[in-house]
Structures are given as structure tokens and as C-alpha cells.
């Protein structure tokens, strides 16, 4: 994975479809896919937050700069295999990502009980500093069946596909497994466009002739507002 990208600057459009949007919109767009180099994954991330969902409360807000981190790995990871450590900023409208690769269980104690890597770097120092001065801890698994897809004609132009998004409060590490509560209604998925460019002419022709808009919408930030804000609110953990 040497070759992996750990550096993103893209727009990110979001859209919540049904099956039956799904099959119409694959119809017009899939002669212009092919599979994109992992096209079919089980994307597994922890999001970090402070005691107080600091982050997940101001990205709900709209504003013009925020931040996230999260703790990535395509497929449930052994402890020596690869993660992803992710600082995620948007910036209006544009995300800039940054991420460091490490083992599982080198990422784990940097995350949850500030081990530093031993590998030195601008990427490991700027995530280093937002640890340190946001001290945030895990707050939530959450999991997806992914396909992944890239135009023909512009590899830059991806397109995935998310079924069985699900979450989960403990057993907060990658390597515990996948399961989780559904986060979506059934039959329901989520198709994200990611670009460093405007989309395609026949890509936002399609979007058009279908009424497929795009949508605000976090999986964490979900996650957030339809459960975890009522057990913080009511469950005695917030305080006056």
C-alpha cells in the first residue's frame, strides 16, 4: 500500500437513495464506470470527539471551516494489518484530508492512550498537535458495505455506493468486528460523489432527468443527532 493517496482535496456531493433510484441512476451512469482499484469493501471507522461532541455540535451547524477525525480501515483489520488515521477539514464546500497509515494497533495507542508513532513526518506531527490540543476519544464505531467506483474518462471522478450503514457506542476498536444497528431505513443507501472538479455533463444529466439532489448528511453526524444526543441529554452525562 505504499502507493496509497494520503493527501485529498475534492468536492464531496452526498445523496440518499432508494433502490429503485439506485437501479435508474445505474442504468444512465454505468457504462461510464469501471471498478475503482478496491471496489468492494467493508469501510469500518471510529470517530473521535471531546466529552462534549464539540465537533460532531459545530459541524452541525453549517459552518465555513470544520474539522473531523476518525480512525479508517477497508475491511475488518488484524492489529499488525494497515489503518488510517484521518484528519478530515471542510472549508466552504471543499474537504482537504489528510491521513497517516500505521498498524492498527500502533494507530489505537496513539488515538486512546497518546503513544506516538515512531515514524516522524508533517502529517503525523499536524495530527499529533490536534490531539493534543483537542484531546478527543473515541465516541463511535460505525460500518458500511461499500462499492466504489471511477469514471472511464476521469479516474479522478469517484462514485461509492453504501448499504448497511450501522453503528455501534462500544467495543470502540477496528479489530472487534463490524456489527452494529442500522442507521438507515431499509432498502436505503448512501452514493457519494467525489471530485476534484466539477461533475460531467452526463453525470449531472442524469442527476437532473431523475430529481436525485444532493443532501446534507453525515454518518456520524446521524449518528449523533438520532441516538446519541438523547441517551447524552437524558442518560445523566450532561451536566447544568
Request: some cysteine.
Amino acid at each position: 500500500m505504499n502507493d496509497t493517496k494520503l493527501t485529498f482535496k475534492r468536492t464531496e456531493k452526498k445523496y440518499l437513495l432508494s433502490e429503485a433510484s439506485y437501479e435508474a441512476l445505474w442504468q444512465r451512469i454505468g457504462p461510464c464506470m469501471e471498478p475503482d482499484e478496491y471496489p468492494a469493501s467493508t469501510v469500518c471507522s471510529i470517530y473521535y470527539d471531546t466529552d462534549d461532541y464539540r465537533l460532531i455540535r459545530h459541524s452541525i451547524e453549517g459552518p465555513v471551516y470544520k474539522e473531523k477525525l476518525r480512525l479508517r480501515s477497508y475491511n475488518i483489520p488484524g492489529p499488525e494489518d494497515p489503518v488510517f488515521v484521518e484528519l478530515k477539514k471542510k472549508y466552504k464546500g471543499v474537504v482537504y484530508k489528510r491521513r497517516v497509515e500505521l498498524p492498527a494497533r500502533v494507530a489505537e495507542a496513539w488515538l486512546d492512550r497518546g503513544e506516538k508513532p515512531a515514524e516522524d513526518g508533517q502529517m503525523i506531527r499536524e495530527i499529533d498537535w490536534f490531539l493534543r490540543s483537542v484531546r478527543p476519544a473515541a465516541k463511535a464505531y460505525l460500518a458500511c458495505d461499500r462499492q466504489a467506483w471511477r469514471a472511464i474518462e476521469d479516474p479522478e471522478l469517484r462514485i461509492t455506493f453504501d448499504r448497511d450503514i450501522r453503528w455501534r457506542e462500544t467495543e470502540l476498536e477496528l479489530c472487534a468486528g463490524d456489527r452494529g444497528e442500522a442507521l438507515l431505513a431499509p432498502g436505503e443507501l448512501l452514493m457519494e460523489i467525489k471530485t476534484p472538479t466539477a461533475a460531467p455533463l452526463w453525470l449531472a444529466h442524469a442527476l437532473s432527468e431523475l430529481r436525485i439532489f444532493p443532501v446534507s448528511f453525515s454518518k456520524y453526524g446521524t449518528c449523533y443527532k438520532e441516538h446519541i444526543l438523547h441517551e447524552y441529554i437524558f442518560g445523566g452525562s450532561i451536566h447544568a
